[in-house]
């Protein structure tokens, strides 16, 4: 059994759930706003910021360990992060992290506040890893606990209210393996990404998504993807032009070797807007098992087990509730629902 399946977060008290930072001293908001030495180079912040309406943050930034729990920014208008192409390899304009420690317990950030903020860039929050083929994600996999373990280790309890998060290239919101409790309300997103504008991997839950406007461009692909992602709210939001698709829940069976555990059930998705504009062959607002018609090589790359993708590969995208969302520019078809035990009302669709 891989050690980080046995050894949770740290057994001591979190600060967070409650916990407030203090402010910071003078000389955070000076490294804030100088020019960063390298494109890749990050400011760890462990206080609280505020910004002024025209101050300019050109670092990126992150948010780790325990120490950042009770962290909150608000820039009141200003600006984090600098427009143009995104450097291959840099880091997230904004990471809130996990740390692992030497005896393999992590130390896990709670309870932080971003609001009034236009980002040039993306958020990414992460526990064991950054993504669901990350190589101690795939180690606790292996294991039953694996669920409950993954989202001991991950940040909990993010609030960002009230943002413009301008994409270019990376996926703007990232929610990785075991985070929980995120809320993303009263926020706009823009520019283009080669990925979703939201991606909720495996074993991340209660996450809200709600008073949004999304208004960026996708190469290919849906602008909420749920995957593997459980006891999520995506409310009230509007959707302009999704031709390559809204919202998606599925799992990804065995990609990169990690078995995937949590299936993406008790979902709602109530009350959202779809705008389609001059789409010949547009891609479904929401579709329950989007990938359930088709199978993928990577859902053999796990090993088999009695649990999760190990045991079989199929999304099982049940239990989930879809009412109140409206189409314009396209017909009821483009909602699809390929599981089971899914309940669906007052959907409604017209064209222009």
């Not at 990376?170 to 997103?189: D, K, R």
């Not at 709602?268 to 607002?285: L, Q």
Request: glycine share 10%.
């Amino acid at each position: 059994m891989p050690v980080e399946a046995q050894t949770g977060a740290s057994t001591a008290p979190p600060p967070g759930h409650g916990a407030v930072a203090k402010p910071c001293a003078s000389s955070v908001y000076d490294d804030l706003r100088n020019a960063p030495i390298e494109a890749d180079s990050v400011l760890r912040i462990a206080c609280k910021v505020e910004l002024k309406h025209d101050d300019l943050v050109m670092q990126n930034l992150e948010l780790s360990g325990a120490e950042a729990s009770g962290v909150s920014i608000d820039c009141h208008g200003g600006v984090i992060g600098l427009p143009g192409q995104v450097p291959k390899g840099a880091p997230p304009t904004i990471r809130i992290a996990s740390l692992r420690k030497e005896d393999g317990s992590w130390s896990v950030p709670r309870d932080i506040v971003i609001r009034n903020c236009k980002i040039y860039g993306s958020i990414h929050i992460m526990g064991l890893g950054a993504n669901g083929e990350a190589e101690l994600v795939r180690q606790s996999s292996l294991n039953r606990n694996h669920t409950e373990y993954a989202q001991s280790a991950a940040p909990s309890g993010v609030v960002l209210d009230n943002l413009t998060i301008v994409a270019d290239g990376p996926i703007p919101l990232y929610v990785a393996p075991g985070v929980t409790h995120v809320t993303l309300s009263h926020s706009v997103i823009q520019g283009q990404t080669k990925g979703s504008a939201i991606y909720l991997d495996a074993e991340s839950a209660y996450n809200t998504i709600s008073g949004d406007r999304f208004e960026l461009g996708t190469r290919s692909r849906e602008m909420i993807a749920v995957d593997g992602s459980a006891h999520n709210v995506i409310e009230a939001n509007s959707f302009l032009n999704a031709v390559h698709g809204g919202i998606f829940l599925y799992r990804n069976c065995g990609e990169g070797g990690t078995i995937r555990h949590q299936t993406p059930q008790h979902n709602k998705i109530a009350g959202n807007s779809f705008v389609y504009e001059d789409a010949v062959r547009p891609r479904p607002a929401i579709w329950l098992n989007a990938r359930e018609a088709w199978r993928n090589l990577y859902c053999y790359q796990d090993p088999p087990a009695p649990f999760g993708s190990g045991a079989d590969n199929r999304s099982f995208a049940d239990f989930n509730t879809v009412t109140g969302n409206r189409i314009t520019g396209g017909d009821i078809d483009l909602i699809r629902d390929k599981g089971d035990n899914n309940v669906l009302s007052d959907n409604s669709a017209k064209p222009h």
